[in-house]
């Protein structure tokens, strides 16, 4: 099974109990801390995740970290059960997914930005709600710069995609002659 249905198959998973228990977000967050700690500290993450150790020491690494870090009840059974079933390194690609999950539940879309070079906030800005407009939903922008572009702007909003690069344009001009 590829690292993606990994993620997709545990983050519904919890996203049913977060529903279940009204609390959606508050997975959402101690999911974030949690994948963030993971991220940040290596050790930590090679500890938890490397069949050198014993299960039973990885699990009393795992433990105390959630100890300190205060996280409890069904994040903190989760977790174990990743580490259970030696899949704990899928846990940045599980939190991803359920963003998404969380997002799609509260009516917002996520929409990818290429841009030559950074945009102003201003600008951002309008284009987050224009594109709100369009969808009829909440939009949240990740902005990624691509030089290949030349100039202009590419927005992926599922599977919409809107294309006004220069790129674009010269290799329609190049079609078209």
């Known amino acids: 099974m590829t690292g993606s249905k990994v993620a997709k198959r545990y983050a519904k998973a919890l996203f049913s109990i977060g529903q279940e228990d009204r609390k959606v977000e508050e997975y959402a967050k101690a999911l974030t801390a949690f994948t963030e700690l993971y991220r940040k500290n290596p050790d930590f993450a090679g500890a938890i995740s490397t069949r050198i150790f014993a299960m039973e020491d990885r699990k009393r690494v795992l433990n105390a ?19 259970d079933k030696d899949r704990i390194s899928a846990v940045e ?3 991803r997914y359920y963003g ?9 879309a996520r929409a990818e930005v290429f841009v030559p070079r950074p945009l102003k906030t201003d600008a951002l800005s309008r ?3 224009s594109l709100g407009q369009m969808i009829s939903k909440q ?5 990624r710069e691509d030089p290949s572009l030349i100039g202009g702007i590419m927005v992926k909003v599922g599977d919409l995609v809107l294309d006004g690069s220069m790129k674009a344009q010269l290799r ?4 078209s002659l």
Not at 139 to 143: G, R
Not at 172 to 175: A, D, I, Q, W
């Open 100 to 108: 998404r999950l969380v997002d799609e539940a509260s009516n917002i």
């Open 139 to 143: 939009v949240k922008l990740e902005v």
């Open 172 to 175: 329609g001009l190049r079609e």
């Open 93 to 95: 690609g599980i939190t």
């Open 127 to 129: 284009l987050e709600k």
């Open 65 to 83: 970290v959630l100890d300190k870090s205060g996280l409890s009840g069904p994040v903190r059974n989760f977790l174990s059960l990743l580490l």
